[in-house]
């Protein structure tokens, strides 16, 4: 979806260094959230917000930190990556105004930690 | 607390025949389901939720899916398989209780459609 934007599309890195993932959007919408997607795993929520001032974890947010730099921005950390954070990183977004709208997902971060 | 299971990793169809790709769920009160699809080297796009009303669910490509409250299920269906529908599938299920609004998602369904 052309609405939700994410940088980079791949990055290959080293064990240890600090990598930022970038998510942007278009669509006004509240609520932002970043899933990572391992092979026979599914889709697994890191971390969530629902407006600037609001940040949750979610199931698998050791190793990372999130900042919510405006409505349209959230960006994902990895302070010191490590091999197994290896994975497909997709952000997504919904509209706060009915808790029944679906999430859009951004084209997806292919992270390689080496 | 909420889950969704997809029994099969893996479906493979014939062009032109029916296919399900199936989906159960788990949740403390009443849910929202929906599916996504992937295609390779793509994000998740919507294909069709449930949200209350009639149990058949139209979605896009000529997709349906089926809520069975008793069987806590919601398979996804279409008439006639295509080979561009093949991809992977997600069933994911929200508690509409729920004021987090968090998504849970199976772990996929790899749909193959050979001509």
């Known amino acids: 979806d052309a609405d939700v934007t994410q940088t980079p599309r791949n990055r290959i890195t080293k064990t240890g260094k600090r990598i930022m993932l970038e998510c942007s959007q278009t669509?006004?919408?509240?609520?932002m959230y970043w899933y990572r997607q391992d092979p026979g795993l599914g889709l697994r929520l890191i971390y969530y917000?629902?407006?600037?001032?609001?940040?949750n974890k979610g199931e698998i947010s050791d190793g990372y930190s999130v900042s919510r730099q405006a409505q349209a921005k959230f960006s994902l950390s990895l302070e010191s990556a490590i091999p197994n954070q290896t994975a497909l990183y997709f952000c997504?977004?919904?509209?706060?105004?009915?808790?029944?709208?679906?999430?859009?997902f951004g084209p997806g971060t292919r992270l390689t930690v080496l | 607390a909420q889950s969704v299971a997809q029994p099969e990793d893996q479906v493979n169809v014939a062009e032109g025949n029916p296919l399900t790709v199936k989906c159960t769920y788990s949740?403390?009160?009443?849910?929202?389901l929906f599916w996504y699809v992937q295609y390779p080297n793509r994000g998740l796009q919507f294909l069709l939720k449930?949200?209350?009303?009639?149990?058949l669910v139209k979605g896009s490509y000529g997709f349906e899916a089926e809520f069975n409250k008793s069987q806590t299920s919601f398979h996804l269906k279409k008439p006639s398989a295509l080979v561009s529908d093949s991809a992977l599938y997600f069933c994911?299920?929200?508690?509409?209780?729920?004021?987090?609004?968090?998504?849970?998602f199976g772990r996929g369904t790899q749909l193959t459609v050979w001509p």
């Open positions: 917000s629902f407006d600037v001032k609001d940040i």
């Open positions: 994911a299920v929200r508690d509409r209780g729920s004021t987090l609004g968090r998504l849970y």
């Open positions: 949740v403390s009160g009443n849910p929202y």
């Open positions: 449930y949200i209350t009303g009639d149990n």
């Open positions: 997504a977004t919904s509209d706060l105004a009915q808790n029944y709208n679906e999430q859009f």
């Open positions: 669509k006004g919408h509240d609520r």
